[in-house]
């Protein structure tokens, strides 16, 4: 029986979320870790979902509409408890809709054009280093730092240019281009004013590694 490329991709899509929301859901209820936690596992559980989006090449109109509905449903959760997973976390923010709305234009950028790899690069790196520099800055961070009123930790900011090189690398290749978006990557994930970060972290490397892949092709 053959299966529609869509619908296939749909269950797939469809199939991964519900994992992740029912392994954080789990994780929320009978353990006793963090709320932030199980904002961690949700944050780059989901994101991940766009390596399976690029390996079947979902539509944009798909894409671009369930980032639009994510991003309505987050900001419904703000006033209503329809993300007590990840709305718990005891801080104003308005980083899930920001994460929403960045998958979206992406999605729309991008996606038309058949070129995935900067909107996978885009998400990715907001997904795992902005995950991941937090957990080191909150867990090992010593060597903090403020700048116009936000603190931060060296060794978070770090990991942010660690993690946002290695996809780079992964998903473009081992070119100088490395090194470029390592160090935009680090410097706006500094500025995360209300959750600012989750539109600014993905847009603005995926839009300085296309611009120096269409200036230096090679």
Request: charged share 5%; with cysteine.
């Given at each position: 029986?053959?299966?529609?490329?869509?619908?296939?991709?749909v269950?797939?899509?469809?199939?991964?979320?519900?994992?992740?929301?029912?392994?954080?859901?789990?994780?929320?209820?009978?353990?006793?870790?963090?709320?932030?936690?199980?904002?961690?596992?949700?944050?780059?559980?989901?994101?991940?979902?766009?390596?399976?989006a690029?390996?079947?090449?979902?539509?944009t109109?798909m894409?671009?509409?369930?980032?639009?509905?994510?991003?309505?449903?987050?900001?419904?959760?703000?006033?209503?408890?329809?993300?007590?997973?990840?709305?718990?976390?005891?801080?104003?923010?308005?980083?899930?809709?920001?994460?929403?709305?960045?998958?979206?234009?992406?999605?729309?950028?991008?996606?038309?054009?058949?070129?995935?790899?900067?909107?996978?690069?885009?998400?990715?790196?907001?997904?795992?280093?902005?995950?991941?520099?937090?957990?080191?800055?909150?867990?090992?961070?010593?060597?903090?730092?403020?700048?116009?009123g936000?603190?931060?930790?060296?060794?978070?900011?770090l990991?942010?240019?660690?993690?946002?090189?290695?996809?780079?690398?992964?998903?473009?290749?081992?070119?100088?281009?490395?090194?470029?978006?390592?160090?935009?990557?680090?410097?706006?994930?500094?500025?995360?004013?209300?959750?600012?970060?989750?539109?600014?972290?993905?847009?603005?490397?995926?839009?300085?590694?296309?611009?120096?892949?269409?200036?230096?092709?090679?």
């Amino acid at each position: 029986m053959h299966l529609d490329p869509t619908l296939l991709a749909v269950g797939g899509v469809t199939a991964w979320l519900a994992l992740v929301l029912t392994i954080a859901g789990v994780v929320a209820q009978r353990t006793t870790v963090a709320p932030e936690t199980v904002r961690k596992i949700v944050h780059i559980g989901t994101g991940n979902v766009i390596l399976l989006a690029w390996w079947w090449r979902v539509p944009t109109w798909m894409g671009v509409g369930a980032a639009i509905l994510a991003a309505v449903v987050t900001l419904i959760s703000y006033w209503v408890p329809l993300l007590p997973g990840i709305d718990s976390v005891n801080r104003r923010s308005a980083g899930t809709f920001f994460y929403a709305v960045s998958i979206g234009i992406l999605m729309a950028w991008f996606w038309p054009h058949a070129h995935y790899q900067y909107t996978v690069l885009g998400i990715l790196i907001m997904v795992w280093g902005d995950g991941l520099a937090a957990v080191v800055g909150q867990r090992w961070g010593k060597h903090p730092y403020a700048l116009l009123g936000i603190h931060k930790t060296w060794e978070g900011s770090l990991t942010m240019a660690g993690v946002a090189g290695l996809v780079a690398g992964c998903v473009l290749g081992w070119t100088p281009l490395v090194l470029v978006v390592a160090g935009v990557a680090a410097v706006l994930e500094i500025f995360s004013y209300y959750g600012l970060d989750n539109l600014t972290v993905p847009v603005g490397t995926a839009a300085v590694a296309f611009w120096w892949q269409q200036v230096w092709p090679g």
